[in-house]
């Protein structure tokens, strides 16, 4: 079956890692038709805005998209690209899964957890203003809609994928209203679902558990802040940025991009580490149903890492990100 599915490069290490991903696709022998748009920056003047309507057009027609990093320009400047097009689609489960890879040298072994965090609402809704001068507000959103469908797609994937527990993450101790919502949310989807195992955490709490036993963990759901944060938190667990994949998932349309960044450090210098990348595609081969395909991509990365002969600097190598490719393509033949 051939699959027509959008690519953004992104920019930054976006290019250079989504390269590496669609390489690897293409190597496995799934017939994918890109249709490759760009976003960002670099697109500003030509269209006048960094996400142009061609671009939300292939998405909404495709209904699959592999995205790269989009850099955001900090306290000024253009709205986040990533944050736009999650809210436009209405893309509202952001899944980022964290789990330990043989050979990556992290301060774990045994982690395997999924964290689900809401991707359309809470301080990301945009809404924010100068009350005077020297007074900033931004205002935080958390909805009943919003909330009941984050949990419950967090439970569905417990369902599916058999995950013993769900644990819900919030502040509700001091944002009684907001977070109360959520948690008040989470509690009675909770009850639908007497199979699965269910808990809530206050998110100070949870960082500090899940950096002493993140063992003890299986599927996290949370406002879209607290995923931001104990996303990258939980990254670092496994050995970093550079092995943590992510999908946006809606109803109508799903993006999957790594949760990484653009790392304009490391940029156009063959560095980047495109493990996240690829297991970002295979997420998504998944999705589309290819799930053949993606077990033999993720066996021949967990080969390349737990081998370690050739391996980008942040996980103690020396290898370029397309020699790191050519060796996933090489172990996917074998
Ligand atoms: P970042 O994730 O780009 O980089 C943080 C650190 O991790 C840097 O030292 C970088 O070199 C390293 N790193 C990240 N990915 C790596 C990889 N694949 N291999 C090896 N090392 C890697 O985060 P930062 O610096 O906060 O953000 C840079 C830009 O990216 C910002 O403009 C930010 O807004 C944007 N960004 C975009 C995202 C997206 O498009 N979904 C997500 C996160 C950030």
Known sequence: MLHRITLI????????????????????????????????????????????????????????????????????????????????????????????????????????????????????????????????????IISKKASDRIVRAAFDYARKHNRKKVTAVHKANIMKLSDGLFLKCAKNIADEYNDIEFE??????????????????????????????LSDMASGLVGGLGLMPGANIGEDGAVFEPAHGSAPDIAGQNKANPSAAILTAVMMLNHIGESEAAEKIEKALAETIREGLCLTEDLGGSAGTTEFTEEVIKKMSI
């Open 9 to 140: 490069p992104g920019d930054g290490i976006g290019p250079e890692v989504t390269a590496s991903a669609r390489k690897i696709v293409d190597a496995s022998g799934v017939k994918i038709e890109w249709d490759i748009v760009q976003a960002g920056a670099a697109v500003i003047e030509e269209y006048g805005t960094p996400l142009p309507d061609y671009v939300l057009d292939s998405i909404k027609k495709n209904k699959t998209a592999l995205k790269g990093p989009v850099t955001t320009p900090v306290g000024k400047g253009f709205r986040s690209v990533n944050v736009t097009l999650r809210q436009t689609l209405n893309l509202y489960s952001n899944i980022r899964p964290v789990k330990t890879y043989e050979g990556v040298k992290s301060r774990y072994d045994n982690v395997d957890l999924v964290i689900f965090r809401e991707n359309t609402e809470d301080l990301y809704a945009g809404i924010e203003h100068m009350v005077s001068g020297d007074i900033a507000e931004s205002i935080k």
């Open 200 to 229: 809530d955490v206050i998110v100070d709490a949870m960082s500090m558990k899940l950096v002493l036993n993140p063992e003890n963990y299986d599927v996290l759901v949370m406002p879209n802040l607290y995923g931001d944060i």
